[in-house]
C-alpha cells in the first residue's frame, strides 16, 4: 500500500474483499451493545439491474449504519430480494425458459451492483422470496389467516385479456379513446368476474388508523393511509321495495339528517337488486348501459369531472321516514365496492347529486336551512351544517343534533342502525399467474369434507365453519387448508407458462399437480390418474391453482432477516426478543397505502395470535427522494435518460459516487442529476488523498507529525465539524455533513502540519460516506482493524467555542470596516478598534462626533456631522 496514486478502482475493490472475508458487517443476536435494526425496502431484481437513483435511499441508510456502529451499537443492516413478479413470467413466456434462471441471474447482477457500492450489509442475513425456506413461512402465515376467517374466496370483476388469455392488473390497463386496452399488445380487455383468493384487511381497518398514532412517520403518508382507509361514520338505512316490501334496499350515508330529502337512489351496475328492480320496458336500456358501463374502470366511474350517465331502473324504493317512493337509477359512478353499492340521493345537500338531478330532471327538495343567509337549492346544492326544515318532527333542529336523533328514530323502528364505515375494501389476494407462492389449499367435495375426521392433520388451520366454496364438475366443493408438514408447497415444472386462456392460473393446465389424493388423517398428497379410485383414507382433491401476489412476501421479510434458516417458524422468538422491528425504515412514498399497508395488516395479525410481541412492524419510517434524469425527468427506459451506476463507478469511484448523491440536496427531496456536478466531490477525495499521501513517495506525508502544533482556530473547527456532522447524520442531513467537511478540509489545507490523532479523527468523519478511501489511509496510518469499528470521535466542547468575534465598524450607518476582537471585549476596546481603523479614519478624520453606539460583540456606529 505504498502507491502515491489515488487509484480508486484498486482501493475499492481491495476493501471491498477485505469486508467481506473479515465478515466486518455481520450482526450478532445476542450482544451487551444496544441494537440498532436499519431496514431498506428490498429490491425486485430486474434484468435493467440499478440505476443511479436507486442506491440513493441504501446509500443514506448505510451512512446511518455504519455511523451507529461507530457509535458503539449492534448494527444489522440486511438486503433480499422481492423475487415474484410479471416481468420474470413475462420472460418465461416469451422465451420458455424457467422464470427462477433469469430471476436468480438478475439477483447475482443486483448483488454484484450493491457489493460494488460499499453497503455495511450482513449478506449472510440474504433472503430472497422465491426461496423454498422463506415462502414456506408465507404460505404458513396464509393458512393462519384463512384458520381466522381472514382470507377467503370470492368472485371479483377483474380485467381480463382474450387475445393474451389472461388477467391483467389494473396498471397493465389503458384507458384510450378506443376503451380499456392492454399495455402489453394494445388488445381490448374486458371485465370479467373470476374466482380470487381475498384477505379480510376491513376486519382490522380500526386498529389500522389507531396504530398511526404511534408511528414516527411523514405525516403524509399517515394521511394517505387515513384516507384510504378512510372511516366514516353514519347510518346503515333499509328502503323497502314499492312491490315488494320483504326486500330492501340497504344504503349507508353520512348525512342522515337529509333523510327527509331524498329524491331519488342510485345502485351500483353490479347490484344484486338491479334485475329485481328493472321493469320489463326498461330492461333493454338498463342492459344496455350496464353493458357500456362494464368496460370501465374504477377510475373512470368515479372521476368527479365526467358527465353524470345513468339510466333508470323503472323500479322504486319506500323513504320509510315520510313513506315516499323514491325512483332507482342505475349509474356508474356508484361503486357496488364501496359502502352497500347504492346509494340515498339528496340533491338539495350534495353536489353531485344536485348535477345528476338537473342532468336527469329529478326534483330537488331542501332540508337542510341556513339560518344567518337565504338559500336557493334550486341554483346550486346547500352542503354545510344549518337548521332542519320540511323534515316532520325534526324541523328546526341543528344538523349536529338532528344526526343523532334521526339515526335513534331509525334504530327504534328496525329501519337501520348507526354504523361505521370504511372505503377500504378487502384485499384481493390472488394471481392467474404461474411465477408466485402456491396457495397450500385443496378442495374436496363437500360429501368428503365430512369424512375429515376431528384429529385429522387437515383440521390444523382449519376453521370453525367452511367459509370457501367452489364448483367443480357440477359439485360444490370446500376448501381445505394442508397442515404445516405440507410446507412449502412447490410449483410444478410446466410444459408452458403461458395463460391457460380461461383466465385461470398456468397451473390448471399441470394435470399432474392439480389432480390429487389426500389423506384424510396426515394431509399427505399424492398425484392421482384421470379415473381413479381413492385409496381408503384417501378423497379426491384438486389442488388450487391460483397463486400469491408479489406482496405476500414483502409483507414480512424484515422479520425473517433476524433468523433466516429458523425452520421452527417464520422468526425466532429470542431473535425477535432482541432485536425487534427495525428502528429505521427508508423507502419510496409510492408504497405508502400498498406495502407498507399491507405489512402493518400482517404484523398485527402476527402480533393477534401471539408470534409477535409489538403491534406495528415500522416505527420509524423515512422515504427518499426521486433522482430526476439529466433532462429533469423521472428515469426509465422509455425515456433513455436512465444513468448506470456501474459506469460512474468505473470513471469516478465508489466514493465519489456516494458522495454525489448525498450531496445533491436533501435526502428526501427531488433532485436532478449531473454527471458534470459529481466531479466537485471527486476533487474533495483528491484533496484527502494529497493530504495524507506523499505524491513522490507514496508514504503517510511529513505533514501527517505527533509533533505538530495545530493552530487553535484549526481545533475549534475540527471539534465544530465532529459536533455538526453528527447531529447532521442523526437528522439525516447528508448533505450538510458533507459541505462541514468540505470546511474541515479547507481549515486543514492550513495547516502546516496536523497530529496522527487528528488524521484518525478526520478519517472516521469521512468513513460513513466514503468507506473506501477512509479504509485505505486508516491502514496506511498504521492502525490495525477496520475503521468501521473505531469509535466515532468525541468532540472537545471547550475547543469548540469561538476566542474571538467579528465586530462591524459603521459611519453614519454605513458599514465601513470589520475586525476581529476577543470575545468579551469591552465597549472601550471596541470603540478604540474603530477609531483605529485606517478605513473608519478616512471618514471621520477632521469631523465633530456628535455620537458613538456600541452593540457589545457585534457592532460600532460612529456617527459624525
Known amino acids: 500500500m505504498s502507491s502515491s496514486e489515488y487509484n480508486f478502482s484498486e482501493i475499492e475493490k481491495r476493501w471491498q474483499k477485505f469486508w467481506a472475508e473479515e465478515k466486518t458487517f455481520r450482526a450478532v443476536n445476542k450482544s451487551d451493545k444496544p441494537k440498532f435494526y436499519v431496514l431498506d425496502m428490498f429490491p425486485y431484481p430486474s434484468g435493467a439491474g440499478l440505476h443511479i437513483g436507486h442506491p440513493e435511499g441504501y446509500t443514506g441508510s448505510d451512512i446511518l449504519a455504519r455511523y451507529k456502529r461507530a457509535k458503539g451499537f449492534n448494527v444489522l443492516h440486511p438486503m433480499g430480494w422481492d423475487a415474484f413478479g410479471l416481468p420474470a413470467e413475462q420472460f418465461a413466456i416469451k422465451t420458455g425458459k424457467h422464470p427462477r434462471g433469469q430471476t436468480l441471474a438478475n439477483i447475482d447482477n443486483f448483488r454484484r451492483q450493491l457489493q460494488m457500492l460499499g453497503f455495511a450489509i450482513d449478506w449472510e442475513r440474504e433472503i430472497s422470496t422465491i426461496e423454498p425456506k422463506y415462502f414456506r413461512w408465507t404460505q404458513w402465515i396464509f393458512l393462519n389467516l384463512f384458520k381466522h376467517g381472514l382470507a377467503y374466496v370470492d368472485d371479483k370483476p377483474v380485467w381480463f385479456c382474450p387475445e393474451l388469455g389472461t388477467v391483467l392488473a389494473n396498471e397493465e390497463v389503458l384507458n384510450t379513446d378506443e376503451g380499456p386496452r392492454s399495455e402489453r399488445g394494445n388488445f381490448p380487455v374486458e371485465r370479467r368476474p373470476i374466482r380470487q383468493w381475498v384477505l379480510k384487511i376491513t376486519a382490522y381497518a380500526e386498529k389500522l388508523i389507531a396504530g398511526l398514532d404511534e408511528l414516527n412517520w411523514p405525516d403524509s403518508t399517515k394521511r394517505l393511509q387515513k384516507n384510504w382507509i378512510g372511516r366514516s361514520e353514519g347510518a346503515e338505512v333499509e328502503f323497502p321495495i314499492a312491490d315488494d316490501p320483504a326486500t330492501k334496499l340497504k344504503i349507508f350515508t353520512t348525512r342522515p339528517d337529509t333523510l327527509y330529502g331524498v329524491t331519488y337512489m342510485v345502485i351500483a351496475p353490479e347490484h344484486p337488486l338491479r334485475e329485481r328492480l328493472t321493469t320489463p320496458e326498461r330492461r333493454a336500456a338498463v342492459e344496455a348501459y350496464v353493458e357500456k358501463a362494464r368496460n370501465k374502470s ?76 337565504k338559500v336557493d337549492v334550486q341554483q346550486a346544492s346547500f352542503v354545510a351544517n344549518g337548521v332542519l326544515v320540511n323534515s316532520g318532527e325534526f324541523t328546526g333542529m341543528p344538523t349536529s343534533e338532528s344526526k343523532k336523533a334521526i339515526t335513534k328514530y331509525v334504530e327504534e323502528r328496525g329501519w337501520g342502525r348507526g354504523t361505521v364505515n370504511y372505503k377500504l375494501r378487502d384485499w384481493l389476494f390472488s394471481r392467474q399467474r404461474y411465477w408466485g407462492e402456491p396457495f397450500p389449499i385443496v378442495w374436496v367435495s363437500e360429501s368428503d369434507y365430512e369424512k375429515i ?23 360444490t366443493h370446500v376448501a381445505v387448508p394442508l397442515p404445516a408438514s405440507a410446507l412449502p408447497l412447490e410449483l410444478p415444472e410446466v410444459e408452458s407458462y403461458k395463460p391457460s386462456g380461461t383466465g385461470e392460473s398456468p397451473l390448471a393446465n399441470a394435470k399432474g399437480w392439480v389432480d390429487v389424493f389426500v389423506n384424510l388423517s396426515t394431509g399427505e398428497t399424492r398425484s392421482r390418474a384421470e379415473g381413479e379410485t381413492a385409496p381408503e383414507g384417501w378423497v379426491a382433491a384438486t389442488r388450487e391453482t391460483n397463486t400469491m401476489p408479489q406482496w405476500a412476501g414483502s409483507c414480512w421479510y424484515y422479520l425473517r432477516y433476524l433468523s433466516p434458516d429458523y425452520d421452527k417458524g417464520p422468526v425466532d422468538p429470542d431473535a425477535f426478543a432482541y432485536w425487534k422491528t427495525p428502528d429505521f425504515y427508508i423507502g419510496g412514498a409510492e408504497h405508502a397505502v400498498l406495502h407498507l399497508l399491507y405489512a402493518r395488516f400482517w404484523h398485527r395479525f402476527l402480533y393477534d395470535i ?48 456516494r458522495l454525489y448523491l448525498m450531496f445533491l440536496g436533501p435526502l428526501e427531496a427531488m433532485k436532478p442529476w449531473n454527471t458534470k456536478g459529481i466531479e466537485g466531490v471527486a476533487r474533495l477525495l483528491r484533496r484527502l488523498w494529497r493530504a495524507f499521501v506523499d505524491e513522490t513517495t507514496g508514504e503517510i506525508s511529513a505533514r501527517v507529525s505527533d509533533a505538530a502544533a495545530e493552530s487553535e482556530d484549526f481545533q475549534r473547527v475540527f471539534n465544530q465539524s465532529i459536533k455538526k456532522i453528527s447531529a447532521d447524520i442523526e437528522s439525516l442531513g447528508f448533505n450538510t455533513a458533507i459541505s462541514q467537511f468540505m470546511i474541515l478540509m479547507n481549515a486543514l489545507d492550513k495547516e502546516p502540519a496536523f497530529t496522527r490523532d487528528t488524521a484518525r479523527g478526520l478519517l472516521k468523519l469521512i468513513a460513513p460516506f466514503a468507506p473506501h478511501i477512509a479504509e485505505e489511509l486508516w491502514h496506511r496510518l498504521g492502525a490495525t482493524g477496520s475503521v468501521c469499528e473505531s469509535p466515532w470521535p468525541v468532540c472537545d466542547e471547550a475547543k469548540c467555542a469561538e476566542n474571538a468575534i467579528t465586530v462591524v465598524f459603521s459611519v453614519n450607518g454605513k458599514r465601513r470596516s470589520e475586525a476581529k476582537l476577543p470575545v468579551g471585549a469591552t465597549k472601550d476596546a471596541m470603540l478604540a478598534a474603530a477609531r483605529a481603523d485606517a478605513s473608519v479614519r478616512k471618514f471621520i478624520d477632521g469631523k465633530e462626533i456628535v455620537r458613538e453606539i456600541v452593540v457589545p460583540g457585534k457592532l460600532v456606529n460612529i456617527v459624525v456631522k
Open 298 to 373: 374504477d377510475l373512470e366511474r368515479t372521476d368527479l369531472a365526467k358527465e353524470k350517465t345513468g339510466v333508470f331502473t323503472g323500479g322504486y324504493a319506500i323513504n320509510p321516514l315520510n313513506g315516499d317512493r323514491v325512483p332507482v337509477w342505475v349509474a356508474d359512478y356508484v361503486l357496488m365496492g364501496y359502502g352497500t353499492g347504492a346509494i340515498m340521493a339528496v340533491p338539495a345537500h350534495d353536489e353531485r347529486d344536485w348535477e345528476f338531478a338537473k342532468a336527469h330532471d329529478i326534483p330537488i327538495i331542501q332540508v337542510v336551512d341556513n339560518p344567518d343567509a
Open 453 to 475: 375426521p376431528a384429529d385429522s392433520a387437515l383440521r390444523e388451520f382449519m376453521p370453525a365453519e367452511k367459509i370457501s366454496y367452489r364448483t367443480l364438475d357440477g359439485a
Open 610 to 657: 401471539g408470534v409477535l410481541s409489538t403491534p406495528e412492524p415500522f416505527t420509524r419510517l423515512f422515504h427518499q427522494g426521486i433522482i430526476l434524469g439529466e433532462d429533469g425527468e423521472k428515469m426509465s427506459k422509455s425515456r433513455g435518460n436512465v444513468v448506470n451506476p456501474d459506469q460512474i463507478v468505473a470513471d469516478y469511484g465508489t466514493d465519489a459516487l
